[in-house]
């Protein structure tokens, strides 16, 4: 998919497996450098460039999206499956059933169920300790000093 038009040679450059940096056409290892050499206006370099980005970006969306519709129909699949699991667990009734096709047989697991998380030992408890950096960023713009964060500035490339 593409939305822009640019350079023939540009395009070529930049379509590369950027693994490997090899044109898989050629079997020529190319670099940024051979960008930089292209006899065209730098503006025009830039902004193919630039195009091919938003191009780039483009299609992951798409590939966003398709993956998106995939995951929708794949929990839609597994949700009906487990329906019919459910259902047909509660029809054999812990009964095995077999045919030339397809068998159910059980088997026993063990599995803990907490009935009252506040009444476990803390030895027992899992716990994660994250920093609320959001916390952190309005103390600092506040004039707090903060001991092991610091606020840093990035710049970020917009392309529009």
Do not use: H
């Not at 593409?2 to 497996?17: M, S």
């Not at 398709?66 to 597994?78: P, V």
Request: aromatic share 4%; hydrophobic share 40%.
């Amino acid at each position: 998919m593409k939305l822009y038009e640019i350079d023939q040679q540009l395009e070529r450059l930049l379509e590369l497996d950027t693994e490997r940096m090899v044109d898989t056409e050629t079997g020529e290892i190319l670099t940024a450098e051979d960008i930089d050499k292209l006899q065209m206006d730098r503006a025009e370099k830039i902004e193919g460039c630039l195009l091919v980005i938003k191009n780039k970006l483009a299609e992951a969306d798409a590939i966003d999206a398709e993956m998106k519709k995939l995951a929708d129909r794949k929990r839609s699949l597994n949700n009906k499956a487990i329906w019919l699991q459910e259902y047909v667990a509660s029809s054999l009734n812990g009964e095995t059933f077999s045919t030339s096709k397809v068998a159910v047989t059980y088997r026993k697991s063990e599995a803990i169920e907490v009935l009252d998380i506040d009444k476990i030992s803390p030895k027992y408890i899992k716990t994660t300790i994250l920093a609320d950096k959001t916390a952190i960023k309005k103390a600092i713009k506040a004039g707090e000093v903060v001991d092991g964060a610091q606020l840093i500035e990035r710049m970020n490339m917009q392309i529009k």
